[in-house]
């Protein structure tokens, strides 16, 4: 069974900076692309940003500049840099991979962590 855990999330100044980890554990074929989601009340889940296993990356034009997605493919983990956070950026974040599994291709999500940005 695939697993996928996010951990780092919490309560931020304007301003500040946090960092995400998502490690991604199972018996797949491959794991693929790997990113973050961001869902704010009321709105559509949000693609960030999204790394693939060649380190490929793609960023929402609302976090381009501030984010910074990596991974250590070594250890199937996903990470989000965040700096110059805004209360904006204020919502719950899903770890998102791609995963190969005996020739097919499915999208595992990690159960979400919250972050808040307010002074």
């Known amino acids: 069974q695939v697993q996928v855990q996010e951990s780092g999330g919490g309560w931020v100044q304007p301003g500040g900076s946090l960092r995400l980890s998502c490690a991604a554990s199972?018996?797949?074929?491959?794991?693929?692309?790997m990113g973050w989601h961001r869902q704010v009340p009321g709105k559509q889940r949000e693609l960030l940003a999204l790394?693939?296993?060649?380190?490929?990356?793609h960023y929402s034009a609302s976090v381009k500049g501030r984010f910074t997605i990596s991974r250590d493919n070594a250890k199937n983990t996903v990470y989000l840099q965040m700096n110059s956070l805004k209360p904006e950026d204020t919502g719950v974040y899903y770890c998102?991979?791609?995963?190969?599994?005996?020739?097919?291709?499915?999208?595992?999500w990690g159960q979400g962590t919250q972050i808040t940005v307010s002074s």
């Open positions: 998102l991979c791609e995963t190969s599994e005996g020739g097919l291709l499915s999208v595992r």
């Open positions: 199972g018996i797949v074929d491959s794991f693929n692309d």
């Open positions: 790394i693939s296993n060649d380190g490929r990356t």
